[in-house]
């Protein structure tokens, strides 16, 4: 058993008892590579599962009650609820999480009839844009199955039951990307996905000495209280208003000419931008995985970089910790390629860095962050994992 296991079993003996059959769970945080804000727009994008994640460790009940703990916020203590009535709450905090799954199984027709004590770790930053939340999903998801014995669900449905559950429980209108890159995670690949259409495809990662960096801007946010819903409205009312003329289902249908040639029925100058975006990044995404496939990495940075320009100035929302980031890491050679990914707002970028350079990438992009933004980001050179699995 790894050391993380054994701490984990002690921890939650510590606080739950010694007793009964608990078992030990682990899902994956995710980072996108490229296609950003394209989830929700019908478009394509190009996730990947990392080998840091949320380990969960877990004994069923005999009665309704459920018991939580998250070493991440062990200040909070032990927070009880029950399997019945559940309704998110403030006060809840972090456990609104696994609630709304519980909460969406229901919905699905899959009632949950006891309660149980979960412990949770996780080695993904809270709050980075490594979908510590969906991780929490997913993970939720996959210990409801084996422990009640769903066990028709797919990895793929337990994806979809996470997104419901965010969109509807926790009133984060999200996109299907994070549940889905950690649901269906596979080492060393990302996933091509269709969101249309959920067509996916996986494609090795072969880097060719370098590696993925990724940098934790240490701004803190929480997609609930950032102005990613707002941007999901103003793409909804650009695609109204370009139906009005051509009869798609999605930006995510248009190519960059269509775009030109539609975009005047667009009323806003701003709903412009955040439409070019959608369509753009798109076309980028397909591209990216073209040049991928064809071997070139160089122009999948190229494209990397692309993304974080029209994310920067079409779908303004980066911010001067993420600008900050990236902009640096441009400037060191042996940098292929540089984004924020996530939802922005805060969070982490994502790098692609030649093995010889990743020190002084470290060392640079720190140094220059701590000066302009007067304290640290993290650092992590990460590895693409498999999904979610029992461990123990
Ligand atoms: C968040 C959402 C995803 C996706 C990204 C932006 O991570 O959860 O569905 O929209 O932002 O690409």
Avoid at 177 to 204: N, R, S, V
Avoid at 205 to 215: F, R, W
């Amino acid at each position: 058993m790894e050391k993380i296991e054994q701490n984990l079993l002690e921890k939650f003996k510590e606080v739950f008892g010694a007793e009964g059959n608990i078992e030990v769970y682990f899902a994956p945080g995710r980072v996108n590579m490229i296609g950003e804000h394209t989830d929700y727009n019908g478009g394509h994008v190009f996730p990947c599962a990392l080998t840091i994640g949320t380990y969960g460790v877990v004994r069923k009940r005999d009665d309704k009650k459920l018991r939580f703990y998250s070493m991440n916020f062990e200040q909070l203590g032990v927070i009880e609820s029950t399997i019945e009535n559940l309704k998110p709450e403030k006060e809840a905090g972090w456990t609104n999480y696994p609630k709304g799954v519980i909460w969406a199984f229901g919905e699905k027709g899959m009632k949950v009839d006891t309660g149980f004590d979960l412990l949770l770790f996780g080695n993904i930053p809270n709050g980075s844009g490594l979908s510590s939340s969906a991780s929490v999903e997913v993970l939720t998801g996959y210990i409801l199955k084996s422990l009640f014995g769903f066990n028709n669900v797919t990895n793929q449905e337990l994806a979809l039951i996470g997104q419901f559950s965010e969109n509807k429980f926790n009133g984060v209108n999200c996109g299907i990307m994070d549940q889905f890159a950690i649901a269906m995670g596979k080492e060393g690949h990302a996933i091509f996905l269709d969101t249309a259409t959920l067509d996916y495809e996986y494609a090795p990662i072969k880097l060719q000495n370098a590696k993925i960096v990724i940098s934790c801007s240490n701004k803190k946010r929480g997609l609930g209280d950032s102005k990613y819903n707002e941007r999901r409205d103003e793409c909804e009312t650009a695609l109204a208003e370009i139906q009005k003329v051509c009869d798609i289902k999605s930006l995510g249908e248009l190519t960059e000419e269509k775009f030109e040639e539609l975009k005047g029925n667009i009323d806003s100058d701003v709903r412009r931008k955040r439409a070019k975006h959608a369509v753009y990044e798109n076309q980028r995404t397909i591209k990216a995985v073209e040049a991928l496939k064809n071997n070139n990495v160089e122009e999948f940075g190229k494209l990397m970089n692309a993304s974080h320009v029209s994310l920067r100035d079409d779908y303004e929302v980066t911010g001067i910790e993420l600008d900050t980031l990236v902009e640096e890491a441009w400037k060191i050679p042996g940098v292929i390629g540089s984004r924020m990914t996530g939802a922005g707002f805060g969070g982490c970028t994502v790098s692609i860095v030649k093995d010889e350079a990743v020190d002084t990438f470290i060392k640079e992009v720190g140094d220059a962050y701590l000066k302009k933004i007067g304290y640290a980001a993290d650092f992590y050179v990460v590895e693409i994992g498999d999904g979610p699995r029992k461990i123990g």
